[in-house]
Protein backbone atom coordinates (compact mmCIF):
# COMPACT_ATOMS: atom_id res chain seq x y z
CA UNK A 1 0.00 0.00 0.00
CA UNK A 2 0.84 3.80 -1.49
CA UNK A 3 1.28 5.54 2.28
CA UNK A 4 2.30 9.00 0.70
CA UNK A 5 -0.04 11.80 1.71
CA UNK A 6 -0.78 12.67 -1.61
CA UNK A 7 -2.25 9.09 -2.03
CA UNK A 8 -5.36 9.53 -0.60
CA UNK A 9 -7.91 7.99 -2.84
CA UNK A 10 -9.91 4.74 -2.53
CA UNK A 11 -11.97 3.65 -5.21
CA UNK A 12 -14.33 1.15 -5.08
CA UNK A 13 -14.33 -0.14 -7.94
CA UNK A 14 -16.61 -2.84 -9.75
CA UNK A 15 -18.44 -3.65 -13.05
CA UNK A 16 -22.27 -2.55 -12.55
CA UNK A 17 -25.23 -4.98 -10.10
CA UNK A 18 -21.72 -6.44 -8.60
CA UNK A 19 -21.82 -5.41 -5.01
CA UNK A 20 -20.18 -1.60 -5.03
CA UNK A 21 -23.33 -0.31 -3.23
CA UNK A 22 -23.51 -2.72 -0.38
CA UNK A 23 -20.08 -2.10 -0.26
CA UNK A 24 -20.03 1.40 0.04
CA UNK A 25 -23.06 1.33 2.88
CA UNK A 26 -20.59 -0.92 4.62
CA UNK A 27 -17.60 1.11 4.56
CA UNK A 28 -19.93 4.48 5.04
CA UNK A 29 -21.45 2.95 8.64
CA UNK A 30 -17.96 1.12 9.44
CA UNK A 31 -16.55 4.83 9.66
CA UNK A 32 -19.25 6.12 11.26
CA UNK A 33 -18.49 3.59 14.12
CA UNK A 34 -21.08 0.97 12.76
CA UNK A 35 -24.02 3.48 13.09
CA UNK A 36 -27.32 3.22 10.94
CA UNK A 37 -26.88 4.74 7.49
CA UNK A 38 -29.85 6.42 5.35
CA UNK A 39 -29.02 4.99 1.90
CA UNK A 40 -29.89 8.47 0.15
CA UNK A 41 -27.29 9.81 2.03
CA UNK A 42 -24.32 7.66 3.21
CA UNK A 43 -22.30 10.26 3.82
CA UNK A 44 -19.38 9.37 2.32
CA UNK A 45 -18.68 9.54 -1.43
CA UNK A 46 -19.90 10.83 -4.85
CA UNK A 47 -20.04 8.44 -7.97
CA UNK A 48 -16.72 9.55 -9.28
CA UNK A 49 -18.54 10.44 -13.52
CA UNK A 50 -20.38 13.52 -11.61
CA UNK A 51 -21.17 16.10 -14.14
CA UNK A 52 -22.10 18.33 -11.61
CA UNK A 53 -18.62 18.05 -9.44
CA UNK A 54 -16.63 18.63 -12.71
CA UNK A 55 -18.69 22.07 -13.80
CA UNK A 56 -18.57 23.43 -10.17
CA UNK A 57 -14.68 22.47 -9.97
CA UNK A 58 -13.68 23.41 -13.38
CA UNK A 59 -15.95 26.35 -13.48
CA UNK A 60 -16.55 24.81 -17.19
CA UNK A 61 -20.33 23.43 -18.59
CA UNK A 62 -19.68 19.89 -19.29
CA UNK A 63 -22.22 19.50 -21.74
CA UNK A 64 -20.37 21.93 -23.54
CA UNK A 65 -17.28 19.43 -24.03
CA UNK A 66 -17.06 16.58 -26.06
CA UNK A 67 -16.59 13.18 -24.87
CA UNK A 68 -12.62 13.18 -25.40
CA UNK A 69 -12.31 17.29 -23.69
CA UNK A 70 -13.94 15.87 -20.85
CA UNK A 71 -11.92 12.63 -20.64
CA UNK A 72 -8.66 14.63 -20.90
CA UNK A 73 -9.43 16.75 -18.17
CA UNK A 74 -11.13 13.93 -15.77
CA UNK A 75 -7.27 12.90 -14.17
CA UNK A 76 -6.98 16.52 -13.53
CA UNK A 77 -10.84 16.96 -11.84
CA UNK A 78 -9.29 14.06 -9.36
CA UNK A 79 -6.06 15.98 -8.82
CA UNK A 80 -7.88 18.87 -8.35
CA UNK A 81 -10.56 17.36 -5.61
CA UNK A 82 -7.57 15.74 -3.63
CA UNK A 83 -6.34 19.18 -3.41
CA UNK A 84 -9.86 20.43 -1.68
CA UNK A 85 -9.82 17.49 0.76
CA UNK A 86 -8.86 17.60 4.31
CA UNK A 87 -9.79 14.33 5.34
CA UNK A 88 -7.15 10.98 5.40
CA UNK A 89 -9.21 9.21 2.46
CA UNK A 90 -11.11 10.30 -0.17
CA UNK A 91 -13.53 7.19 -1.16
CA UNK A 92 -15.07 7.37 -4.59
CA UNK A 93 -17.11 4.61 -6.32
CA UNK A 94 -16.06 3.53 -9.81
CA UNK A 95 -17.87 1.39 -13.02
CA UNK A 96 -14.96 2.36 -15.49
CA UNK A 97 -12.84 -0.37 -16.32
CA UNK A 98 -9.09 0.97 -15.87
CA UNK A 99 -8.24 3.11 -18.94
CA UNK A 100 -5.96 5.73 -20.41
CA UNK A 101 -7.04 9.30 -22.07
CA UNK A 102 -6.05 9.70 -25.73
CA UNK A 103 -2.96 11.27 -24.35
CA UNK A 104 -1.95 8.15 -22.60
CA UNK A 105 -3.08 8.90 -18.63
CA UNK A 106 -4.60 6.71 -16.59
CA UNK A 107 -8.09 8.30 -15.80
CA UNK A 108 -7.43 7.27 -12.16
CA UNK A 109 -4.27 8.67 -11.64
CA UNK A 110 -1.82 6.11 -9.49
CA UNK A 111 0.08 8.78 -7.82
CA UNK A 112 -3.14 10.11 -5.86
CA UNK A 113 -4.13 6.66 -5.38
CA UNK A 114 -4.02 4.55 -1.60
CA UNK A 115 -5.31 1.58 -4.03
CA UNK A 116 -8.48 -0.06 -5.57
CA UNK A 117 -10.79 -2.27 -3.68
CA UNK A 118 -12.29 -4.71 -6.68
CA UNK A 119 -15.61 -6.31 -5.70
CA UNK A 120 -16.54 -8.98 -8.44
CA UNK A 121 -19.49 -11.35 -8.53
CA UNK A 122 -20.06 -14.50 -11.06
CA UNK A 123 -21.27 -12.81 -14.09
CA UNK A 124 -23.94 -15.73 -14.15
CA UNK A 125 -25.60 -13.76 -11.26
CA UNK A 126 -24.34 -10.05 -13.11
CA UNK A 127 -26.01 -11.11 -15.66
CA UNK A 128 -29.62 -11.77 -14.41
CA UNK A 129 -28.98 -8.80 -11.96
CA UNK A 130 -28.30 -6.40 -14.43
CA UNK A 131 -30.77 -7.88 -16.84
CA UNK A 132 -33.63 -7.35 -14.27
CA UNK A 133 -32.03 -4.06 -13.62
CA UNK A 134 -31.53 -2.39 -17.07
CA UNK A 135 -34.92 -3.79 -18.07
CA UNK A 136 -33.80 -5.87 -21.09
CA UNK A 137 -33.74 -9.48 -21.40
CA UNK A 138 -30.67 -11.90 -20.32
CA UNK A 139 -30.12 -12.82 -23.93
CA UNK A 140 -28.98 -9.30 -24.60
CA UNK A 141 -26.81 -8.39 -21.64
CA UNK A 142 -24.80 -11.93 -21.99
CA UNK A 143 -24.07 -10.22 -24.96
CA UNK A 144 -23.35 -6.82 -23.71
CA UNK A 145 -20.92 -8.44 -21.13
CA UNK A 146 -18.72 -9.75 -24.26
CA UNK A 147 -18.97 -6.42 -25.80
CA UNK A 148 -15.83 -4.69 -25.84
CA UNK A 149 -17.55 -1.37 -26.72
CA UNK A 150 -19.75 -1.18 -24.07
CA UNK A 151 -20.48 1.79 -22.50
CA UNK A 152 -22.65 3.37 -19.78
CA UNK A 153 -24.59 5.64 -19.16
CA UNK A 154 -27.09 4.87 -21.96
CA UNK A 155 -29.92 6.85 -21.27
CA UNK A 156 -31.14 9.76 -19.70
CA UNK A 157 -28.24 9.31 -17.16
CA UNK A 158 -25.65 10.80 -19.71
CA UNK A 159 -27.10 14.35 -18.63
CA UNK A 160 -25.66 13.81 -15.22
CA UNK A 161 -22.95 11.35 -15.50
CA UNK A 162 -19.60 11.34 -18.20
CA UNK A 163 -19.41 8.44 -20.24
CA UNK A 164 -17.92 5.38 -18.62
CA UNK A 165 -16.07 2.79 -21.05
CA UNK A 166 -16.97 -0.94 -18.94
CA UNK A 167 -15.75 -3.36 -22.03
CA UNK A 168 -16.58 -6.97 -21.65
CA UNK A 169 -16.97 -8.08 -17.84
CA UNK A 170 -13.48 -10.09 -18.49
CA UNK A 171 -11.61 -7.38 -19.43
CA UNK A 172 -12.82 -5.41 -16.77
CA UNK A 173 -11.63 -7.25 -14.63
CA UNK A 174 -8.26 -7.74 -15.68
CA UNK A 175 -7.83 -4.26 -16.12
CA UNK A 176 -7.71 -3.07 -12.39
CA UNK A 177 -5.78 -6.47 -11.50
CA UNK A 178 -3.55 -6.34 -13.81
CA UNK A 179 -3.09 -2.81 -15.30
CA UNK A 180 -4.20 0.12 -13.08
CA UNK A 181 -0.70 0.42 -11.49
CA UNK A 182 -2.00 0.82 -8.17
CA UNK A 183 -2.28 -1.63 -5.33
CA UNK A 184 -5.82 -3.87 -5.30
CA UNK A 185 -7.23 -5.33 -2.96
CA UNK A 186 -9.93 -8.15 -4.78
CA UNK A 187 -12.96 -9.28 -3.30
CA UNK A 188 -15.70 -11.57 -4.37
CA UNK A 189 -19.41 -10.73 -3.54
CA UNK A 190 -19.88 -14.52 -2.87
CA UNK A 191 -17.00 -14.13 0.26
CA UNK A 192 -18.67 -10.72 1.34
CA UNK A 193 -21.67 -12.29 1.69
CA UNK A 194 -20.34 -15.67 2.87
CA UNK A 195 -18.53 -13.52 5.91
CA UNK A 196 -19.25 -10.21 5.68
CA UNK A 197 -17.30 -8.81 9.17
CA UNK A 198 -14.02 -11.30 8.02
CA UNK A 199 -14.21 -9.61 4.42
CA UNK A 200 -14.87 -6.01 5.67
CA UNK A 201 -12.29 -6.02 8.17
CA UNK A 202 -9.65 -7.19 5.41
CA UNK A 203 -10.77 -4.03 3.43
CA UNK A 204 -10.53 -1.84 6.09
CA UNK A 205 -7.19 -2.57 6.82
CA UNK A 206 -6.36 -2.24 3.06
CA UNK A 207 -7.45 0.92 3.06
CA UNK A 208 -6.39 2.20 6.25
CA UNK A 209 -9.97 2.23 7.73
CA UNK A 210 -10.62 0.91 12.01
CA UNK A 211 -12.05 -2.20 11.11
CA UNK A 212 -13.15 -2.15 15.05
CA UNK A 213 -16.63 -1.69 14.85
CA UNK A 214 -17.32 -4.43 11.65
CA UNK A 215 -19.87 -6.63 12.83
CA UNK A 216 -21.71 -3.62 14.06
CA UNK A 217 -21.47 -1.70 10.42
CA UNK A 218 -22.75 -5.45 8.91
CA UNK A 219 -25.87 -5.59 11.34
CA UNK A 220 -26.65 -2.05 10.21
CA UNK A 221 -26.48 -2.73 6.64
CA UNK A 222 -28.20 -5.79 6.36
CA UNK A 223 -29.67 -6.66 2.98
CA UNK A 224 -33.45 -6.44 4.35
CA UNK A 225 -32.69 -3.26 6.29
CA UNK A 226 -31.64 -1.74 2.57
CA UNK A 227 -34.90 -2.80 1.12
CA UNK A 228 -37.09 -1.92 3.91
CA UNK A 229 -35.27 1.78 3.46
CA UNK A 230 -35.63 1.77 -0.40
CA UNK A 231 -39.33 0.83 0.22
CA UNK A 232 -39.90 3.28 2.20
CA UNK A 233 -38.02 6.07 0.97
CA UNK A 234 -37.16 5.04 -2.60
CA UNK A 235 -33.53 5.06 -3.53
CA UNK A 236 -31.76 8.08 -5.36
CA UNK A 237 -29.60 5.58 -7.63
CA UNK A 238 -32.28 3.75 -9.08
CA UNK A 239 -31.71 4.98 -12.86
CA UNK A 240 -32.87 1.70 -14.63
CA UNK A 241 -36.02 0.11 -15.97
CA UNK A 242 -36.57 -2.28 -12.52
CA UNK A 243 -38.80 -1.16 -9.42
CA UNK A 244 -35.86 -1.79 -6.70
CA UNK A 245 -32.23 -1.50 -6.47
CA UNK A 246 -32.27 -3.87 -3.73
CA UNK A 247 -33.39 -6.73 -5.21
CA UNK A 248 -32.29 -10.03 -3.80
CA UNK A 249 -28.66 -9.79 -3.06
CA UNK A 250 -28.03 -13.40 -3.20
CA UNK A 251 -25.27 -15.19 -4.61
CA UNK A 252 -25.94 -18.24 -6.92
CA UNK A 253 -29.53 -17.34 -8.59
CA UNK A 254 -28.59 -17.80 -11.85
CA UNK A 255 -28.57 -21.43 -11.43
CA UNK A 256 -32.77 -21.21 -11.59
CA UNK A 257 -32.88 -18.30 -13.81
CA UNK A 258 -30.21 -18.87 -17.14
CA UNK A 259 -31.07 -21.00 -19.60
CA UNK A 260 -28.47 -23.71 -20.40
CA UNK A 261 -27.19 -21.79 -23.46
CA UNK A 262 -26.81 -18.44 -21.84
CA UNK A 263 -24.65 -19.56 -18.70
CA UNK A 264 -22.63 -21.88 -21.76
CA UNK A 265 -22.17 -18.16 -23.40
CA UNK A 266 -20.73 -16.49 -20.13
CA UNK A 267 -18.46 -19.52 -20.06
CA UNK A 268 -16.90 -19.32 -23.18
CA UNK A 269 -17.01 -15.92 -23.51
CA UNK A 270 -15.15 -15.67 -19.49
CA UNK A 271 -14.39 -19.11 -19.06
CA UNK A 272 -10.65 -18.09 -18.51
CA UNK A 273 -11.43 -15.09 -15.41
CA UNK A 274 -13.82 -16.95 -14.12
CA UNK A 275 -11.69 -19.88 -13.68
CA UNK A 276 -9.43 -17.41 -11.98
CA UNK A 277 -11.68 -16.22 -9.68
CA UNK A 278 -12.65 -19.39 -8.90
CA UNK A 279 -16.53 -19.43 -10.68
CA UNK A 280 -15.27 -22.64 -12.12
CA UNK B 1 -22.85 36.29 -44.02
CA UNK B 2 -22.48 40.06 -43.61
CA UNK B 3 -19.09 40.95 -42.23
CA UNK B 4 -18.72 44.76 -42.45
CA UNK B 5 -20.58 46.66 -39.94
CA UNK B 6 -20.53 45.35 -36.67
CA UNK B 7 -24.05 44.18 -35.21
CA UNK B 8 -25.85 45.64 -32.34
CA UNK B 9 -27.39 42.86 -30.17
CA UNK B 10 -29.56 42.33 -26.79
CA UNK B 11 -27.40 40.13 -24.62
CA UNK B 12 -28.46 39.10 -21.21
CA UNK B 13 -29.95 42.91 -21.06
CA UNK B 14 -27.09 44.64 -22.46
CA UNK B 15 -26.01 46.41 -25.91
CA UNK B 16 -23.99 44.21 -27.31
CA UNK B 17 -21.70 44.99 -29.99
CA UNK B 18 -20.30 42.39 -31.94
CA UNK B 19 -18.13 42.18 -34.74
CA UNK B 20 -19.77 38.04 -35.32
CA UNK B 21 -22.69 37.78 -36.67
CA UNK B 22 -25.02 36.19 -33.38
CA UNK B 23 -28.13 33.62 -34.55
CA UNK B 24 -29.29 32.75 -30.78
CA UNK B 25 -29.77 36.38 -29.31
CA UNK B 26 -32.06 39.23 -30.67
CA UNK B 27 -30.03 41.97 -32.81
CA UNK B 28 -31.52 45.44 -32.42
CA UNK B 29 -32.36 46.80 -35.96
CA UNK B 30 -30.37 49.51 -37.09
CA UNK B 31 -33.75 52.08 -36.95
CA UNK B 32 -34.23 51.76 -33.54
CA UNK B 33 -30.52 52.39 -32.42
CA UNK B 34 -30.22 55.43 -32.49
CA UNK B 35 -33.54 56.15 -29.87
CA UNK B 36 -31.81 53.07 -27.51
CA UNK B 37 -28.35 55.00 -27.73
CA UNK B 38 -25.46 54.33 -29.87
CA UNK B 39 -23.41 53.26 -27.22
CA UNK B 40 -22.14 49.73 -26.33
CA UNK B 41 -22.71 48.37 -23.15
CA UNK B 42 -19.90 45.47 -23.91
CA UNK B 43 -18.10 44.93 -27.55
CA UNK B 44 -16.98 41.97 -28.93
CA UNK B 45 -14.03 41.66 -31.45
CA UNK B 46 -12.00 39.11 -32.96
CA UNK B 47 -8.51 38.94 -32.23
CA UNK B 48 -5.69 36.76 -31.03
CA UNK B 49 -6.26 35.50 -26.97
CA UNK B 50 -2.71 33.99 -25.48
CA UNK B 51 -3.11 30.38 -23.93
CA UNK B 52 -2.61 32.01 -20.07
CA UNK B 53 -3.38 35.28 -18.02
CA UNK B 54 -0.58 37.38 -17.22
CA UNK B 55 -1.27 37.14 -13.66
CA UNK B 56 -4.03 34.10 -12.67
CA UNK B 57 -5.18 33.68 -9.20
CA UNK B 58 -6.66 30.78 -10.52
CA UNK B 59 -6.81 28.13 -12.68
CA UNK B 60 -8.35 25.01 -14.20
CA UNK B 61 -7.53 23.36 -17.45
CA UNK B 62 -10.68 25.45 -19.01
CA UNK B 63 -10.97 28.70 -17.46
CA UNK B 64 -8.38 31.32 -15.55
CA UNK B 65 -9.21 34.12 -12.98
CA UNK B 66 -6.51 37.33 -13.41
CA UNK B 67 -5.37 39.44 -10.56
CA UNK B 68 -7.44 41.87 -12.24
CA UNK B 69 -10.95 40.07 -12.53
CA UNK B 70 -10.25 38.99 -16.24
CA UNK B 71 -11.98 36.17 -16.67
CA UNK B 72 -10.11 33.65 -19.81
CA UNK B 73 -12.46 30.33 -21.19
CA UNK B 74 -10.30 27.87 -23.63
CA UNK B 75 -11.49 25.04 -24.83
CA UNK B 76 -9.18 23.92 -27.48
CA UNK B 77 -11.13 23.00 -30.45
CA UNK B 78 -13.40 25.82 -30.17
CA UNK B 79 -11.34 28.43 -29.34
CA UNK B 80 -10.32 31.01 -26.83
CA UNK B 81 -12.41 33.87 -24.94
CA UNK B 82 -11.33 36.35 -22.78
CA UNK B 83 -13.22 38.49 -20.71
CA UNK B 84 -12.54 41.81 -19.99
CA UNK B 85 -13.69 44.44 -17.43
CA UNK B 86 -17.52 43.21 -17.71
CA UNK B 87 -17.52 45.33 -20.88
CA UNK B 88 -14.94 43.48 -23.48
CA UNK B 89 -14.92 39.69 -24.85
CA UNK B 90 -12.33 39.10 -27.47
CA UNK B 91 -12.83 35.68 -29.68
CA UNK B 92 -9.99 33.56 -30.70
CA UNK B 93 -12.30 31.12 -32.48
CA UNK B 94 -10.49 27.89 -33.62
CA UNK B 95 -9.98 27.44 -37.16
CA UNK B 96 -12.08 24.74 -37.17
CA UNK B 97 -15.14 26.35 -34.57
CA UNK B 98 -18.67 26.58 -36.58
CA UNK B 99 -20.67 29.98 -35.66
CA UNK B 100 -22.80 27.66 -33.34
CA UNK B 101 -19.68 26.04 -31.03
CA UNK B 102 -18.90 29.93 -30.64
CA UNK B 103 -22.08 31.01 -30.04
CA UNK B 104 -22.45 27.87 -26.85
CA UNK B 105 -19.47 29.37 -25.28
CA UNK B 106 -21.19 32.63 -25.41
CA UNK B 107 -23.93 32.24 -24.29
CA UNK B 108 -23.08 30.06 -21.43
CA UNK B 109 -19.49 30.53 -19.79
CA UNK B 110 -18.49 33.93 -21.51
CA UNK B 111 -22.34 35.48 -20.18
CA UNK B 112 -21.63 34.43 -16.99
CA UNK B 113 -17.83 35.45 -16.55
CA UNK B 114 -19.64 38.81 -18.07
CA UNK B 115 -22.48 39.17 -15.34
CA UNK B 116 -20.28 38.47 -12.58
CA UNK B 117 -17.95 41.17 -13.31
CA UNK B 118 -20.74 43.39 -14.11
CA UNK B 119 -22.35 42.67 -10.93
CA UNK B 120 -25.39 41.57 -12.57
CA UNK B 121 -26.85 37.85 -10.46
CA UNK B 122 -27.08 35.31 -12.86
CA UNK B 123 -29.36 32.59 -11.89
CA UNK B 124 -28.44 28.94 -13.26
CA UNK B 125 -32.22 28.83 -14.85
CA UNK B 126 -34.08 28.61 -17.65
CA UNK B 127 -36.51 31.10 -17.88
CA UNK B 128 -40.17 31.45 -19.42
CA UNK B 129 -42.37 34.50 -19.61
CA UNK B 130 -46.17 33.23 -19.20
CA UNK B 131 -49.18 35.75 -17.97
CA UNK B 132 -47.25 38.50 -18.33
CA UNK B 133 -44.59 37.03 -15.24
CA UNK B 134 -41.21 35.10 -15.47
CA UNK B 135 -41.18 31.55 -14.43
CA UNK B 136 -37.00 30.79 -13.98
CA UNK B 137 -36.33 26.84 -13.16
CA UNK B 138 -33.05 26.63 -11.70
CA UNK B 139 -30.98 23.48 -11.02
CA UNK B 140 -27.82 21.69 -11.42
CA UNK B 141 -26.38 20.42 -14.60
CA UNK B 142 -28.70 17.69 -16.23
CA UNK B 143 -31.67 18.46 -14.02
CA UNK B 144 -34.12 19.31 -16.82
CA UNK B 145 -34.32 22.91 -17.08
CA UNK B 146 -34.40 22.96 -20.81
CA UNK B 147 -36.74 20.08 -21.00
CA UNK B 148 -39.40 22.13 -18.70
CA UNK B 149 -39.09 25.41 -20.20
CA UNK B 150 -39.48 23.34 -23.68
CA UNK B 151 -42.80 21.69 -22.33
CA UNK B 152 -43.99 25.15 -20.90
CA UNK B 153 -43.70 26.93 -24.25
CA UNK B 154 -46.17 24.02 -25.36
CA UNK B 155 -47.97 25.16 -22.80
CA UNK B 156 -48.15 28.62 -24.28
CA UNK B 157 -44.95 30.16 -22.25
CA UNK B 158 -42.82 32.03 -24.41
CA UNK B 159 -38.69 31.31 -23.58
CA UNK B 160 -36.80 34.43 -22.26
CA UNK B 161 -33.64 32.18 -21.97
CA UNK B 162 -32.02 29.08 -21.65
CA UNK B 163 -29.56 28.39 -18.99
CA UNK B 164 -28.06 31.29 -17.77
CA UNK B 165 -31.03 33.98 -16.40
CA UNK B 166 -30.23 37.59 -14.99
CA UNK B 167 -31.57 38.90 -12.45
CA UNK B 168 -32.31 42.53 -11.84
CA UNK B 169 -34.08 44.83 -9.11
CA UNK B 170 -36.07 47.66 -9.72
CA UNK B 171 -35.99 50.78 -7.28
CA UNK B 172 -38.46 49.50 -4.82
CA UNK B 173 -36.41 45.90 -5.08
CA UNK B 174 -38.83 43.90 -7.27
CA UNK B 175 -36.53 41.13 -9.30
CA UNK B 176 -37.03 40.77 -12.75
CA UNK B 177 -35.65 38.42 -15.00
CA UNK B 178 -33.77 39.63 -17.89
CA UNK B 179 -34.29 37.64 -21.14
CA UNK B 180 -31.15 35.86 -22.33
CA UNK B 181 -30.46 33.37 -25.23
CA UNK B 182 -33.71 31.72 -26.90
CA UNK B 183 -31.44 28.53 -28.19
CA UNK B 184 -32.39 25.44 -26.50
CA UNK B 185 -29.90 23.76 -25.94
CA UNK B 186 -31.62 19.77 -25.73
CA UNK B 187 -30.66 16.13 -25.85
CA UNK B 188 -31.86 13.78 -28.43
CA UNK B 189 -34.18 11.89 -26.79
CA UNK B 190 -35.69 15.48 -25.69
CA UNK B 191 -35.76 16.55 -29.05
CA UNK B 192 -37.44 13.42 -30.38
CA UNK B 193 -40.28 13.59 -27.61
CA UNK B 194 -40.80 17.22 -28.97
CA UNK B 195 -40.66 16.59 -32.36
CA UNK B 196 -37.98 19.33 -32.68
CA UNK B 197 -35.50 16.81 -34.99
CA UNK B 198 -35.37 19.35 -37.84
CA UNK B 199 -32.35 20.86 -39.52
CA UNK B 200 -32.43 24.07 -37.70
CA UNK B 201 -31.79 22.32 -34.97
CA UNK B 202 -27.59 22.39 -34.79
CA UNK B 203 -25.21 20.31 -32.93
CA UNK B 204 -23.44 22.57 -30.17
CA UNK B 205 -20.33 20.70 -31.19
CA UNK B 206 -19.02 18.28 -33.79
CA UNK B 207 -21.25 15.07 -33.13
CA UNK B 208 -22.73 16.65 -29.86
CA UNK B 209 -26.08 14.92 -28.10
CA UNK B 210 -27.07 18.18 -27.82
CA UNK B 211 -28.58 20.28 -30.35
CA UNK B 212 -30.22 23.89 -30.20
CA UNK B 213 -32.66 25.96 -31.92
CA UNK B 214 -34.31 28.41 -31.66
CA UNK B 215 -37.21 27.38 -29.77
CA UNK B 216 -40.14 30.19 -29.93
CA UNK B 217 -40.09 31.58 -33.71
CA UNK B 218 -40.51 27.69 -34.70
CA UNK B 219 -43.31 26.95 -32.34
CA UNK B 220 -45.70 30.11 -32.82
CA UNK B 221 -44.72 31.73 -36.25
CA UNK B 222 -46.60 35.13 -35.98
CA UNK B 223 -47.18 37.97 -38.62
CA UNK B 224 -44.17 39.98 -38.89
CA UNK B 225 -41.41 39.43 -36.51
CA UNK B 226 -42.27 38.73 -33.10
CA UNK B 227 -42.78 41.28 -30.05
CA UNK B 228 -38.91 41.61 -28.55
CA UNK B 229 -38.60 39.97 -25.59
CA UNK B 230 -38.67 42.56 -22.05
CA UNK B 231 -37.56 42.06 -18.35
CA UNK B 232 -40.70 40.43 -16.85
CA UNK B 233 -41.43 40.13 -13.38
CA UNK B 234 -40.25 37.26 -11.70
CA UNK B 235 -43.22 35.53 -10.69
CA UNK B 236 -41.84 31.86 -9.68
CA UNK B 237 -38.12 30.18 -8.76
CA UNK B 238 -38.19 26.47 -9.27
CA UNK B 239 -35.90 24.29 -8.03
CA UNK B 240 -35.32 21.09 -10.04
CA UNK B 241 -33.71 18.52 -7.93
CA UNK B 242 -34.25 14.73 -7.76
CA UNK B 243 -36.40 12.07 -6.64
CA UNK B 244 -36.08 8.72 -5.22
CA UNK B 245 -39.88 7.63 -6.38
CA UNK B 246 -41.87 8.36 -9.98
CA UNK B 247 -44.32 10.69 -9.40
CA UNK B 248 -43.14 14.39 -9.26
CA UNK B 249 -43.60 16.14 -5.71
CA UNK B 250 -43.85 20.01 -5.75
CA UNK B 251 -44.16 22.04 -2.46
CA UNK B 252 -43.16 25.77 -1.47
CA UNK B 253 -39.88 26.35 0.21
CA UNK B 254 -39.56 28.78 2.91
CA UNK B 255 -36.64 31.19 4.27
CA UNK B 256 -32.95 30.49 3.75
CA UNK B 257 -33.74 26.87 2.49
CA UNK B 258 -34.83 28.14 -0.69
CA UNK B 259 -31.92 29.45 -1.56
CA UNK B 260 -29.12 27.11 -0.19
CA UNK B 261 -27.29 25.67 -1.45
CA UNK B 262 -26.23 28.90 -3.47
CA UNK B 263 -24.52 26.76 -6.03
CA UNK B 264 -27.52 25.25 -6.82
CA UNK B 265 -29.02 28.30 -7.83
CA UNK B 266 -26.19 30.85 -9.23
CA UNK B 267 -24.39 29.53 -11.97
CA UNK B 268 -20.71 29.66 -12.27
CA UNK B 269 -21.03 30.43 -8.30
CA UNK B 270 -17.04 30.18 -7.84
CA UNK B 271 -16.49 32.80 -10.39
CA UNK B 272 -18.51 35.10 -8.91
CA UNK B 273 -16.99 34.76 -5.47
CA UNK B 274 -13.08 34.66 -6.96
CA UNK B 275 -14.83 37.99 -8.00
CA UNK B 276 -15.52 39.32 -5.02
CA UNK B 277 -19.04 39.13 -5.39
CA UNK B 278 -20.02 36.25 -3.13
CA UNK B 279 -21.79 38.08 -0.33
CA UNK B 280 -23.40 40.35 -2.69
CA UNK B 281 -24.51 37.23 -4.24
CA UNK B 282 -25.87 35.80 -1.50
CA UNK B 283 -27.59 38.71 -0.72
CA UNK B 284 -29.29 39.31 -3.73
CA UNK B 285 -31.07 35.85 -3.35
CA UNK B 286 -31.96 36.67 -0.38
CA UNK B 287 -33.81 39.59 -1.75
CA UNK B 288 -35.29 36.92 -4.69
CA UNK B 289 -36.17 34.65 -1.64
CA UNK B 290 -38.36 37.81 0.43
CA UNK B 291 -40.13 39.05 -2.39
CA UNK B 292 -40.77 35.57 -4.80
CA UNK B 293 -42.18 32.13 -4.22
CA UNK B 294 -39.59 29.34 -4.27
CA UNK B 295 -41.05 26.15 -4.81
CA UNK B 296 -38.97 22.79 -5.07
CA UNK B 297 -39.88 20.77 -7.90
CA UNK B 298 -38.60 16.76 -7.40
CA UNK B 299 -38.55 15.54 -10.69
CA UNK B 300 -38.62 12.17 -11.95
CA UNK B 301 -36.66 10.49 -14.49
CA UNK B 302 -37.83 10.62 -18.48
CA UNK B 303 -40.52 13.02 -20.15
CA UNK B 304 -43.80 10.61 -18.62
CA UNK B 305 -44.43 13.18 -15.90
CA UNK B 306 -43.79 16.45 -17.95
CA UNK B 307 -47.18 16.95 -18.36
CA UNK B 308 -48.37 16.59 -14.50
CA UNK B 309 -45.18 18.98 -13.79
CA UNK B 310 -46.17 21.55 -16.20
CA UNK B 311 -49.57 21.14 -14.58
CA UNK B 312 -48.10 22.15 -11.10
CA UNK B 313 -46.38 24.99 -11.84
CA UNK B 314 -49.18 26.67 -14.15
CA UNK B 315 -51.65 25.86 -11.27
CA UNK B 316 -49.42 27.32 -8.77
CA UNK B 317 -48.79 30.50 -10.56
CA UNK B 318 -52.49 31.10 -10.99
CA UNK B 319 -53.25 30.09 -7.32
CA UNK B 320 -50.55 32.53 -6.34
CA UNK B 321 -51.52 35.27 -8.64
Not at chain 1, 39 to 52: F, L
Not at chain 1, 179 to 206: N, W
Not at chain 2, 90 to 114: H, K, N, Q, R
Request: charged share 25%; aromatic share 8%.
Amino acid sequence: LSDSSAARFGWLVSYPRSGNTWLRFLLASLMHGGQPIDINAPGIDTPVANRREFDELFCMDSSLLTDSEIELARPSLYRLIANRFRGPLILRKVHDRSWRNAEGKLMFPPELSRGAVYIVRDPRDVAVSYAYYAGIDIDEMTLRMGDAAMVIPTGREQAIQFRQPLGTWSGHVLSWLDDSAMPVHLVRYEDLIAQPAGELTKIACFLGVSPARAHAAVAAVRFDVLRAQEDERGFRELAGAGTHFFRQGRAGAWRSVLSAVQAERLRKDHGAVMARLGYL
Amino acid sequence: MNSGLPRIYSFYGFRLESELPLALISSIPSGDREQISLTADIVLVRGEVLAELPDPVWTTPFVSVDRDGSVLIRVAAAGRFLVRGGNSITVDAAPSAAPVEIEAFLMGPVAGALLHQRGTLPLHASCVETGGAAIALTGSVGRGKSTLAAALVRRGARLMSDDICPIIFSDGGVPFAVPGSTGLRLRSDTRKVFGCDGPEWLPIRPGHAKHVGRWNEGEAPEQGSPKPLVPRRLGAVIRLTPTNFADPAFRRLRGPSGVSPMQDLVYRLRIGRLLGRGERLFRDLMRVADKIPVFEMQRPNGFEKIGQMTDLILGALEGDG
